[in-house]
């Protein structure tokens, strides 16, 4: 009733209740399957850069016997693994934004729903959450390979 175009309001409080008991169904089982796909892209992404880090074991070695320091060696792996975060959150965005669009087009109500502060806050979290995930997988591999002996490296 607070919206100018809206004259009157009629409907059904039954069916209304029964379609919120859906929705919260619904969005329950998205959440639960969303958190099984964010499981199973941490597990992706912290194996992918174990093997990468993994190739790399015998340099990490060679630079620790002429006496490079932890961070040095760790440095440029952190900072590689930071990037490839930041390239990935932004195709992320990229591929999330056309979704949007071609959403909005076919589906014009959305445009209500259309909060920039919103939007900005999620692509901000996207990119946030991707360079921090590969930053700590990448911190543990380099830190693994760091600690290990030369016997164990083969």
Do not use: C
Not at 36 to 57: D, E, F, G, P, Q
Not at 64 to 88: D, E, N, W
Request: proline share 2%.
């Amino acid at each position: 009733m607070q919206e100018p175009i809206v004259k009157e309001v009629f409907y059904q409080k039954s069916l209304v209740h029964l379609i919120n008991k859906n929705i919260r169904r619904i969005s329950i089982v998205l959440l639960g399957f969303s958190g099984l796909l964010l499981l199973i892209a941490m597990a992706l992404i912290n194996n992918t850069i174990r093997l990468s880090v993994y190739s790399k074991r015998f340099i990490i070695r060679t630079m620790k016997l002429v006496g490079a320091t932890r961070g040095f060696i760790g440095r440029p792996f952190i900072l590689r693994g930071i990037l490839q975060g930041l390239y990935s959150a932004i195709l992320a965005i990229i591929l999330l934004s056309t979704i949007l669009y071609f959403l909005m087009k076919q589906v014009p109500e959305l445009v209500s729903f259309y909060d920039l502060k919103l939007y900005l806050a999620v692509f901000g979290l996207v990119i946030l959450t991707g360079m921090f995930l590969v930053w700590v997988s990448t911190f543990f591999a380099v830190r693994k390979y760091l600690k290990m002996k030369e016997d164990d490296l083969y």
